[in-house]
C-alpha cells in the first residue's frame, strides 16, 4: 500500500476509535433527535476540521490549524451543553475549564505562528492533499479523546451528585494550567531577548523539567477527569482514557520526541545541552540539582 492508502487508512482508523468511544462513553448518556449527545458532539470535532482541511488544502496555508481546534473544543462543549440542555453547577464548570485552556492556549499558538509565518511541522504536509487531510482528522480525534471524561459529564442524562469531587479536581486543573501557562509566558520571554537567539532555555520552570508546559497539560487534563468522575456509570468509565491520552501523545507522538529530536540535533555536541538534559527531569518537576545551563525547544 502507498503512501496515500495509508494516510486514507489512516483517516479511517481515526475516525472508527472516535466513534467506538463515542459509543462507550454515551452509555447513560442524554439523547437528541434519538442519537445520543455525545455523537452529534464528535461527530461536530471531525465535521470543524474537515471545514479547516478544505481551506489548507485549497489556500495551501496550516495557519488555522491550531485555532481551528480552538474553535473545535469550544463549540464541542457548547453544544454538548446545548442540546442535553442540563445548566447545573458541574455543567457550567466544566465549560469554564475547557474554555479557560483552549482560549489561552488557542491565542497563544496563533499568535506564535502569526508571528513566525508558518509551521514547520507542515513544510511537506500541505504538498499531501491526503496526508493534510489524514492530519486534519486526527485533529478531530484528539478532541474527542480529550475530551472524553468532560463529555460523559456534560452529556449524562440526569444531574449526577457532584459532591467535592470538583474541589480537587479543581486544584488540580489549577495547577496545571498555571504551569503551562507560566512555562509559555518564560519561553515566549526568552525568545523575544534578542541575546538568547540560538539558546535553550533552561530558567525558571525550565530549570524544574525540560517540558513543564507539557507537564502543565497533562494536569490540567487530570483535573477534568476528577471533575467528571462523579457522572461515570457503566461504560462511561472509559472516559478516563482522556488523560492518559493526553500523556501518551505528548510523551511517545507529537509532543517530547519530536522536541527532544529537534533540540539533540541542534545542540547534541554542546556539554551544556548535554549537562543540562542529564539534569533535568523530561516531564516531571523537580527542584534543580544545580544552578546555570543555559538555554529550548517548539511549543514544548
Known sequence: MGQKGNHIVGSAVAVLLAASLAWAISDGGATAGGVAVVFWCVGLAFVVNWVGFLHSVIARTERFYDLTGTLTYLLVVATA????GRYDPLSWLLVALVALWTLRLGTFLFRRISAAGSDSRFEK???RPTQLFMTW??????VSATLAAALVALTVAEEPDAGWWWLPGGAIWLLGFTLEAVADAQKSAFRADPSNDG????TGLWAWSRHPNYFGEITLW???????FPAMVGWGYVGLVSPVFVFALIRYVS???MLEAKAEKRWGD??????YRSGTPLLVPRPPRRSGGDQVQERQ
Do not use: F
Open 125 to 127: 504536509i500541505l504538498t
Open 222 to 228: 487530570v483535573g477534568v477527569a476528577v471533575v467528571s
Open 255 to 257: 509532543g517530547v520526541p
Open 270 to 275: 554542546d556539554p551544556r545541552w548535554r549537562a
Open 137 to 142: 482528522t486526527l485533529q478531530g480525534l484528539w
Open 81 to 84: 451543553l446545548v442540546l442535553t
Open 199 to 202: 539558546m535553550y532555555i533552561s
